[in-house]
């Protein structure tokens, strides 16, 4: 298979089929597992969104066709035997089909993770968003697209 010009021997199951794992681009958390065709992989990444094959269903289905969950590609990479793929995908609203965030919720100790699959993830990426959003004002004010009156601090409530 061609991918981005260059010829890789992936290595499809007997049915045609390659497990894809969905990472979190931003925090890296583990999203999901799904299986990707030929032709998923080339819908993915002609579109940049992220399509899989339903092992159930037996059918090509893009993520979020039905939920609005979509998932947009960032970046792809194969493992060394060229027999998995790691797709870094943003991800909009929950990746499970539970409603969780990520599908990877039930602990080997018999229970269920309650924050929707985000656990310890969650405390590590929520820097990371703060930090986006300063890089992001601090661009918009540089480019002179943000007025600096705007950035000034907010009062909060309760006097803090």
Known sequence: MRVEGVDLNLKFDEQGL??????????????????????SLKQTLET???HYFSRERKKLWKKGETSGHLQHLRSLHFDCDLDALLLQVEQEGPACHTDRRACFFHKKDGTV??????????????FREIFDVILSRKDALESGREDPESLRPIPLQGGF
Do not use: C, F, H
């Open 113 to 126: 993770e309650e924050e929707g699959g985000r656990g310890e993830w969650r405390k590590s990426a929520i």
């Open 48 to 50: 940049g969104l992220v």
């Open 18 to 39: 390659i497990p894809a794992i969905a990472q979190d681009d931003r925090t890296g958390q583990v999203l999901m597992l799904a299986y990707m065709n030929r032709e």
